[in-house]
């Protein structure tokens, strides 16, 4: 099986959480990280060669930071210019069916922030509807996404634990 990390973070220098997951990651047999800020800090995005990565993986993680209720830019840029019509969607646009999409974010605040009574008073997973509208649309399988709440004050075995977590998840779909 082989799995594609799409790893968006704009300062990884400064990451911590996203940092430990793709630590965790980084050895995963079948796995290809792919550093999209590091590959486009100009946001001049390769198509083809994404494009071709997307065609080649059975499942894309989406790692990231979560940034105004959302994901850092250049992942929307990603999303706007890689998934065209004919390619992604469309009716010659078949070559994501069936591939697996799992999103992994990382929040400032805590989980309590995103209860029905907390500051946001919505969780996550509904905040991530328009991801999931995507993949669907796509024809490819939503999965269940994984979510680190609580950055800002979490220590780094927490964030250890959540990057084990998730490898064991994406093994467990090999
Ligand atoms: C521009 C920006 C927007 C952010 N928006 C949110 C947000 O909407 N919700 C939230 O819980 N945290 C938000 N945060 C906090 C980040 O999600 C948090 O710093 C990140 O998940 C920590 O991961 P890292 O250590 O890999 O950078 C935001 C941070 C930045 C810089």
């Given at each position: 099986?082989?799995?594609?990390i ?7 220098e400064?990451s911590r959480?996203?940092h ?7 050895d ?7 550093d ?5 800090p ?5 198509i083809?060669?994404?494009?071709a ?11 990231h ?5 959302s994901?850092?830019a250049?992942?929307?840029?990603w ?6 019509q004919?390619f ?5 646009g ?7 999409w799992?999103h992994?974010v990382?929040?400032?605040m805590?989980?309590?922030?995103y209860?029905?009574?907390?500051i946001?008073g919505?969780?996550v997973a ?29 220590d780094e ?12 998840r994406?093994e467990?779909?090999?």
């Amino acid at each position: 099986m082989t799995i594609l990390i799409q790893f968006i973070h704009p300062y990884p220098e400064r990451s911590r959480a996203n940092h430990a997951v793709l630590d965790a990651l980084r050895d995963l047999p079948g796995a290809r990280v792919n550093d999209l800020y590091a590959l486009y800090p100009n946001f001049y995005i390769d198509i083809q060669r994404e494009q071709a990565l997307l065609m080649e993986a059975d499942v894309v993680l989406f790692q990231h930071p979560f940034y105004w209720y959302s994901c850092p830019a250049l992942l929307k840029e990603w999303i706007d210019v890689v998934l065209e019509q004919d390619f992604a969607y469309g009716a010659k646009g078949l070559a994501l069916r069936g591939k697996r999409w799992l999103h992994s974010v990382t929040t400032g605040m805590p989980a309590t922030a995103y209860a029905p009574d907390g500051i946001n008073g919505i969780a996550v997973a509904e905040l991530l509807k328009p991801f999931e509208l995507t993949a669907c649309f796509c024809g490819m399988t939503w999965l269940e996404p994984m979510i680190f709440h609580g950055a800002y004050a979490a220590d780094e075995a927490q964030m250890a634990r959540y990057g084990q977590a998730l490898r064991r998840r994406l093994e467990t779909l090999a």
